[in-house]
């Protein structure tokens, strides 16, 4: 019988120390910059009194064999309630070192009123992404987007302390280029891009537009509302400036598409200063934002010195108001092709809630499945 004892820390070393033994990463040369950022987040929540927070670390004999956080976020919520969060959860294969962990987090979660926990929920999501991987190991680590050891008996773990793996999620590469949909889009609608100055400019209207794409009959179960907002343009800051460098020295826009509206987008704006992955639907009339796609270029490329040609499609909003009218497809579209203007060719939608069925109407015929990921649940007694 393995004698554990579990402690709460805040020493960076020991925290490094401990992501260093039981972090797995499948790509070895991203693990120390995926630690760094780990532990630059955790000291700056630490310091914010705006979060609760504990990182819990196991030991057997002075040798760390486990590692946790709890986190109750200002803004996250799970169907539209406060819901405490476990995350970044590693341990040998040892039943005896998880329950105790997520004992620890249970208790912290109780003793601040709080009778539901989820997890994985790895914040900052840009960086772990929601959830513990069961199926696309195979596949490359894509920024945003949650990574785990496929030998890891954690599922089974949850499983027995009585955890109910209560959302799945999808991604999704997409193989069809041309959504058809947006052929049939207003004359009223007006699509453009903003550049880093003008997202930071128009944060509160995006914020408004989530709001009004993301509410209504079927509440999302994991949702960070605007801290998500601002780290999605935070990661467009982190982007080497060889990135936004247009690929096509004599750019001509009926190269790629005769759609006018595509064309006076691309035309109407500075290419290399605007960000190509968040696309702009307007009302013309009103000038109001009434769309939005917020996909994030695969940084993990970049810290590897690789060009980034991946492109992680965190978020397509389309304001409820304007459904059907073939905004979504618009955006990824102009998107897709948009994109490619700087060496993009690999597109994936993530965290596809498969019970949201707006989603799963609109993005499955598009492409097909090849990761799975499975937020595990818990009522607290």
């Given at each position: 019988?393995?004698?554990?004892?579990?402690?709460e820390?805040?020493?960076?070393?020991e925290?490094?120390?401990a992501?260093?033994?039981?972090?797995?990463?499948s790509?070895?040369?991203l693990?120390?910059?995926?630690?760094?950022?780990?532990?630059e987040?955790?000291?700056?929540?630490?310091?914010?009194?705006?979060?609760?927070?504990?990182?819990?670390?196991?030991?057997?004999?002075?040798?760390?064999?486990?590692?946790?956080?709890?986190?109750i976020h200002?803004?996250?919520?799970?169907?539209?309630?406060?819901?405490g969060?476990?995350?970044?959860?590693?341990?040998?294969n040892?039943?005896?070192v998880?329950?105790?962990l997520?004992?620890?987090?249970e208790?912290f979660?109780?003793?601040?009123k709080?009778?539901k926990?989820?997890?994985?929920i790895?914040?900052?999501k840009?960086?772990?992404?929601?959830g513990i991987q069961?199926?696309?190991?195979?596949?490359?680590?894509?920024y945003g987007v949650?990574?785990?050891?496929?030998?890891?008996?954690?599922?089974?773990?949850?499983?027995?302390?009585g955890?109910?793996?209560?959302s799945?999620?999808?991604?999704?590469?997409?193989?069809?280029?041309?959504?058809?949909?947006?052929?049939?889009?207003?004359?009223?609608i007006?699509?453009?891009?903003?550049t880093?100055?003008?997202?930071?400019?128009k944060?509160?209207?995006?914020h408004?537009?989530?709001?009004?794409?993301?509410?209504?009959?079927?509440?999302?179960?994991?949702?960070?509302?605007?801290?998500?907002?601002?780290?999605i343009?935070?990661t467009?800051?982190?982007?080497?400036k060889?990135?936004?460098?247009?690929?096509?020295?004599?750019?001509?826009?009926?190269?790629?598409?005769?759609?006018?509206?595509?064309q006076?987008?691309?035309?109407?704006?500075?290419l290399?200063?605007c960000?190509l992955?968040v696309?702009?639907?307007?009302?013309?009339?009103?000038n109001?934002i009434?769309?939005?796609?917020?996909?994030?270029?695969?940084?993990f490329?970049?810290?590897?010195?690789?060009?980034?040609?991946?492109?992680?499609?965190?978020?397509?909003m389309?304001?409820?108001?304007?459904?059907?009218k073939g905004i979504?497809s618009?955006?990824?579209?102009?998107?897709?092709?948009g994109?490619s203007?700087n060496?993009?060719?690999?597109?994936?939608?993530t965290?596809?809630?498969?019970k949201?069925?707006?989603?799963?109407?609109?993005?499955?015929?598009?492409?097909?499945?090849?990761?799975?990921?499975i937020?595990?649940?818990?009522?607290?007694?």
């Open positions: 019988m393995l004698k554990i004892e579990i402690h820390t805040k020493d960076n070393r925290i490094r120390k992501l260093e033994l039981l972090l797995h990463v790509k070895i040369q693990k120390e910059n995926i630690i760094n950022n780990l532990i987040y955790f000291d700056r929540v630490i310091r914010d009194e705006k979060y609760k927070f504990k990182i819990f670390i196991a030991c057997t004999d002075d040798i760390i064999c486990g590692f946790v956080t709890s986190l200002p803004t996250y919520r799970s169907y539209g309630k406060i819901c969060t476990f995350g970044w959860l590693n341990c040998i040892s039943f005896e998880c329950e105790k997520l004992k620890y987090c208790n979660i109780k003793e601040n709080i009778r926990i989820r997890g994985n790895n914040f900052p840009g960086l772990g992404g929601l069961v199926e696309g190991f195979n596949e490359e680590m894509l949650s990574f785990s050891d496929h030998n890891s008996q954690i599922p089974l773990y949850l499983k027995k302390l955890y109910k793996p209560e799945e999620y999808i991604c999704m590469e997409v193989t069809q280029k041309t959504w058809k949909a947006s052929h049939k889009i207003s004359k009223n007006r699509l453009d891009y903003f880093l100055k003008e997202l930071w400019e944060k509160e209207q995006l408004d537009l989530i709001g009004k794409s993301f509410q209504g009959s079927f509440p999302m179960p994991d949702s960070s509302g605007r801290y998500r907002l601002e780290e343009i935070k467009y800051e982190k982007l080497p060889s990135y936004f460098k247009i690929i096509e020295e004599d750019f001509d826009p009926k190269k790629y598409t005769n759609i006018k509206s595509y006076d987008a691309w035309i109407g704006c500075d290399e200063k960000v992955s696309p702009i639907a307007f009302n013309r009339n009103t109001k009434i769309g939005a796609c917020l996909a994030i270029p695969n940084l490329q970049s810290w590897i010195g690789q060009p980034i040609n991946q492109l992680n499609i965190d978020t397509v389309v304001d409820k108001d304007y459904a059907g979504f618009a955006l990824n579209n102009i998107g897709q092709i994109t203007f060496g993009i060719d690999y597109f994936e939608g965290y596809i809630w498969n949201n069925p707006d989603a799963v109407k609109a993005i499955f015929p598009h492409g097909k499945p090849i990761r799975k990921h937020v595990f649940q818990k009522r607290i007694k």
